[in-house]
Every structure is written in structure tokens, then in C-alpha cells.
């Protein structure tokens, strides 16, 4: 049991319906999306007033879960892309699916935003090379590149941990379905909390959002409905010290 307004972040990835595993599977959209709700609603009063709100879907369902985030009064903050990098499946009658989306959601409009924690490299590398030295005249003054890189988007490009755990090309056995990766749980973190802070997650599969606070120097509350993935999460913590 968690107590109402003590989370400073919840990063939620839930099941998707895809029938990746038994516990993503349901028998309908309708029962998925009763259950989706009810977690949501169960969640909200966790959050602190100004508290950030992570969930990973489908765009599909993600479309539904945005609806029902902006019901309850949450503030919509970003959609973003997760660029997977992965190998593409074999669709043929529509474009392949190469992405899925995160929803970020926060309880008030004065929550932590740490840009300067996760900016990414430049894109033109010559001209910005250039912009060092000289600067790039803009609205008649001089910008200068930032030297730990631009802002970070809303298209994020992270190889999903089953294209990372390739040998040969081929996928090599995880323990679980859906292992989200480390680098992208940590921009998360980094971005939407500060040292000490509390995050919080329910659907913990391998331990990534634990392993990550942890790295960070966050304090986490994690959770699954299955004792064996709980076990593999508190292995894959024990290992990090
Ligand atoms: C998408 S996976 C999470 C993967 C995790 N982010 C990782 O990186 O390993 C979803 C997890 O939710 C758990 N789960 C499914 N239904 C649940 C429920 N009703 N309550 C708690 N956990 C549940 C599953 O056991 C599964 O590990």
C-alpha cells in the first residue's frame, strides 16, 4: 500500500493487449481498457500536487489513455515517439510498426523539469562546429552552441533491449517479454526528478525504472502481480551496488 501524494514520478509500463505474454492478454479492448482506467485511477492520488506521470503504450491505446489522463485533470505535457530501432515487423497491408508511444502527464504546471540533465547531440555537426567559434547570427545577435548539446525532443531513437540483446542477429532469451531499455528509463528519471526523490512503479517486469533510480540516486517503490519477475528485478539490483 502506497500512501496518497508522496510520489514525485511514476513510470508506468503497463500491459499493451498484444498477447505477448499471459498477462497481456485480455479478452477484449473493453476489458483491457477497464482495467487500463483502473490502475490509472488507483494511481493519481499517489502523485504528489505538481508529480510527473510516464506511460508507455501503443499509439493506438495510447490515443484512449490521453482521454481518460485529461478527464481526470492531469496536464498534458508531451507524446512521445519511442523510435525502437528494432527489426520491423512484416505488415503488408499498412506501414510497418517500428515505434510506440510514452505518455507524459503531470499532476500540476509547476512540476520538476531538469532539459539540462538529458540534452542530445546536435544534428549538423559541420555548422555547429562552425557556430563555436564564430557564433550563428540570430535575430541580430550572436547564438553559441551549447556544449552539452540541443534540448531534447519528443521523437526519442533507442534500440528496444531485444535488439540490444542480439548475438549474431538473433534474439537471445530475456526472462521476460517486454524489458524496457535502462538509457531510456534514465532520461525519464533524469528529466522529471531529482536526487532523492521518490518514483514509483507497478508493472516492474525486470526492475529497468528500479535499476535506473537507483543508478540516479532516487528512492523507488516497485511492484508486480508476479513473484518470479520480482525476484529477477531484485537480482538484476543486488548486481548493481
Ligand atoms: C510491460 S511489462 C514491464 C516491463 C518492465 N518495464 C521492464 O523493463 O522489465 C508489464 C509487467 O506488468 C506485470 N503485470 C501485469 N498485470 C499486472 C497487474 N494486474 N498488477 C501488477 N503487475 C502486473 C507483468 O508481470 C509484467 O512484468
Known amino acids: 500500500m502506497v500512501d496518497d501524494s508522496i510520489v514525485d514520478l511514476a513510470v508506468i509500463d503497463p500491459p499493451y493487449n498484444l498477447k505477448k505474454a499471459e498477462w497481456d492478454t485480455f479478452e477484449s479492448d473493453a476489458s483491457f481498457f477497464d482495467f487500463t482506467y483502473s490502475w490509472i485511477d488507483s494511481l493519481i492520488p499517489k502523485l504528489k500536487p505538481n508529480g510527473s506521470l510516464y506511460i508507455f503504450n501503443t499509439p493506438y491505446n495510447c490515443a484512449f489513455i490521453l482521454n481518460h489522463l485529461d478527464s481526470r485533470g492531469l496536464f498534458f505535457q508531451n507524446w512521445i ?84 540483446n542480439k ?36 508493472f ?16 523507488f517503490i516497485c511492484s508486480d502481480s508476479s513473484a518470479d519477475y520480482v525476484m529477477l528485478a531484485r537480482g538484476r539490483l543486488a548486481e548493481y551496488s
Not at 528494432?86 to 512540476?111: K, V, W, Y
Not at 542477429?169 to 517486454?178: D, L, P, Q, S, Y
Not at 528500479?210 to 532516487?218: P, T
Open 81 to 164: 515517439t519511442w523510435d525502437k530501432r528494432d527489426g520491423m515487423g512484416g505488415a503488408r497491408r499498412r506501414f510497418s510498426n517500428g515505434q510506440e508511444t510514452i505518455l507524459f502527464f503531470t499532476n500540476g504546471p509547476c512540476h520538476t523539469f531538469n532539459y539540462d540533465d538529458v540534452r542530445v547531440p546536435y544534428q549538423s555537426t559541420q555548422r555547429i562546429e562552425h557556430a563555436k567559434t564564430k557564433g550563428i547570427l540570430k535575430n541580430g545577435k550572436r547564438w553559441f552552441p551549447n556544449p552539452n548539446g540541443r534540448l531534447c525532443g519528443e521523437v526519442w531513437h533507442f534500440s528496444s533491449a531485444r535488439h540490444k
Open 167 to 202: 548475438v549474431n542477429g538473433k534474439v537471445k532469451k530475456m526472462g521476460h517479454a517486454t524489458p524496457k531499455p535502462l538509457d531510456l528509463v534514465e532520461r525519464i528519471i533524469k528529466a522529471s526528478s531529482n536526487k532523492g526523490d521518490l518514483v514509483l512503479d507497478c
Open 204 to 219: 516492474v517486469g525486470t526492475g529497468t525504472t528500479a535499476l535506473a533510480a537507483k543508478k540516479l540516486g532516487r528512492r
